[in-house]
């Protein structure tokens, strides 16, 4: 059974680093036919999608982060992971990695999230 | 970015209810809409992709429909376990968008 489970730091300071890990159990992200991407969510607000990679290292970014996120895959330790720099209170939420189809743009295999908060 | 419309942001029902929500796109989409399912605390759940294909393993009390801008949600008779915040999602282009989220009480 498919698992995604993220982790990291639960509070970052403002302009630092985020980073997130997201380790993938039951499943290989050496798939050609799935892309794996990150989904966030700031405390009451909708969803907002950061990014989508596929193993072979394409990568398709929002554009409204493009400048600042940064996602790849460590085939070898099975793992997906986010940086996003220069954080702001702005970025306080729950980060979700997820997995989608080649064919569809939707999100079949969700991880639990991670609360991630910005503040000094 | 497409601007995902969802109505209405809040509804209340009573189990055996017929519930249905809609959701409309700031410009043509086509099929690629998805619906999910929010329960509190926990990660959104894919029940509905391509407007109206079912996801494996979801009862089929829910249903999609809609094409171009304008989508319907449904769930035929409401159950206690269906209490969650429901979210459309357009897939047609990138960056994907998702709706503000119609949160369904009982």
């Known amino acids: 059974q498919l698992q995604l489970q993220e982790s990291g730091p639960g509070l970052v300071k403002p302009s630092e680093t985020l980073s997130l890990t997201c380790t993938v159990s039951g499943g290989s992200i050496r798939s050609n036919i799935y892309y794996w991407g990150w989904i966030r969510q700031p405390p009451g607000k909708r969803l907002e999608w950061i990014g989508n990679?596929?193993?072979?290292?394409?990568?398709y970014y929002n554009p409204s982060l493009k400048s600042r996120v940064t996602i790849y895959v460590d085939t070898s330790k099975n793992q997906v992971s986010l940086k996003l720099n220069s954080v702001t209170a702005a970025d306080t939420a729950v980060y979700y990695c997820?997995?989608?189809?080649?064919?569809?743009?939707?999100?079949?295999?969700w991880g639990r999230g991670t609360l991630v908060t910005v503040s000094s | 970015d497409i601007q995902m419309t969802q109505s209405p942001s809040s509804l209340s029902a009573s189990v055996g209810d017929r519930v249905t929500i809609t959701c409309q796109a700031s410009?043509?989409?086509?099929?690629?809409l998805n619906w999910y399912q929010q329960k509190p605390g926990k990660a959104p759940k894919l029940l509905i992709y391509d407007a109206s294909d079912l996801q494996i393993g979801v009862p089929s009390r829910f249903s999609g429909s809609g094409s171009g801008t304008d989508f319907t949600f449904t769930i035929s008779s409401l159950q206690p376990e269906d209490i969650a915040i429901y979210y459309c999602?357009?897939?047609?282009?990138?960056?994907?968008?998702f709706g503000q989220g119609t949160r369904l009480e009982i």
């Open positions: 990679i596929h193993y072979s290292g394409s990568t």
């Open positions: 997820a997995r989608r189809p080649n064919d569809g743009n939707y999100f079949q295999n």
């Open positions: 410009q043509d989409i086509s099929k690629y």
């Open positions: 999602q357009q897939c047609d282009s990138l960056p994907v968008t």
